[in-house]
């Protein structure tokens, strides 16, 4: 497959300028009031089911670009019923106080769990969403396209495309990658739409299959969306794309080429793309109800200057 078709797609699909030249929201710009008033339409049953990894050191990253999250405790309960903090505490002039607390600081990277890529995260040729040089993220962090603009914004509905149920099997394939005709089969036979404004949610099976024995989860060969998917993304008009596995696109990726599907839809159309999700548990119930569609809760940390977040998503119908 020639790297033509890279070229070609973004030469169709980009929406630099679409919203201004000023923009920094991306697809986003297309919710409305009246989409996330459609979302909580989807509330019936009162169900809240999580789409997040736990952050722990159990989580999918081997090291090297990224670790796993490390808790730090900095103050203990061992040490309040040991009655060390009293000393602190009379430093402070407190004295026996039957008051005793623990404390904790979290390291980790950005996009080391369940997260999202924000439009600084990735570039083409030096530029990344809007036409904005790279050069406008530093080691101060990102002046634009960073992850706080979508803070207040990812309240809408989702849709489940479950390939692997659909295909019967556990888990697609390392290398299968997942076309336009994959999704409109698994829509037709869910018997679901997937409507403008939307955030679509493909799974794969892979990261229930890798559980607890992640391996090269994180970065090697996995089913994932096809760069082919990408006019499909841009004619169904959706804001948001996750998958439950690292990377959201096939690898090995289908043109030599890293993560092309980033660089024509996260780059030029201004997508939202989701990695980690965990989407099993809602795999079960929507195979339950028969109902695929949802209300998302899933907005970043309000982290100023980054270039992905940690999120708590949650499904809610």
């Not at 980790?108 to 995260?121: E, F, I, K, V, Y």
């Not at 969403?129 to 050069?135: E, K, R, V």
């Not at 794309?241 to 696109?249: K, N, S």
Request: proline share 5%; charged share 20%; with cysteine.
């Amino acid at each position: 497959m020639s790297n033509d078709v890279l070229k070609d797609y973004i030469d169709e699909l980009s929406r630099w300028g679409r919203w201004g030249p000023d923009d920094e929201l991306g697809a986003l710009n297309l919710l409305t009031p009246q989409h996330v008033q459609a979302a909580a339409k989807e509330v019936m049953a009162g169900k809240v089911i999580s789409m997040t990894l736990p952050y722990d050191q159990a989580g999918p990253q081997q090291g090297g670009l990224r670790h796993n999250p490390m808790l730090l405790a900095t103050a203990t309960g061992t040490d309040a019923v040991s009655g060390k903090q009293q000393e602190l505490f009379a430093a402070f002039g407190i004295d026996k106080t039957r008051f005793g607390y623990a404390d904790d600081s979290l390291i980790m990277p950005t996009q080391c769990g369940t997260q999202w890529d924000a439009l600084a995260h990735i570039f083409h040729d030096g530029r990344m969403w809007n036409g904005y040089s790279a050069a406008e993220h530093t080691t101060a962090g990102a002046a634009r396209n960073a992850i706080q603009h979508w803070t207040d914004r990812m309240i809408l509905r989702g849709v489940l495309i479950d390939v692997a149920r659909h295909k019967g099997v556990p888990a697609l394939e390392p290398g299968y990658a997942i076309t336009p005709d994959d999704l409109d089969e698994t829509l037709e036979a869910q018997g679901s739409v997937v409507g403008r404004g939307d955030a679509v949610f493909v799974r794969t099976g892979q990261l229930g299959e890798r559980r607890g024995c992640w391996g090269d989860y994180a970065g090697g060969s996995a089913p994932g969306l096809s760069l082919h998917t990408a006019p499909w993304l841009a004619q169904k008009e959706v804001v948001a794309i996750a998958t439950d596995t690292w990377g959201v696109e096939v690898r090995p990726n289908e043109i030599e080429e890293f993560q092309p599907l980033h660089q024509v839809a996260l780059v030029h159309m201004g997508l939202a793309f989701g990695e980690m999700f965990d989407l099993d548990a809602l795999a079960v119930d929507c195979g339950q109800d028969g109902r695929y569609s949802f209300m998302l809760a899933a907005s970043p940390l309000p982290l100023t200057g980054a270039v992905g977040s940690p999120v708590a998503a949650t499904a809610i119908k």
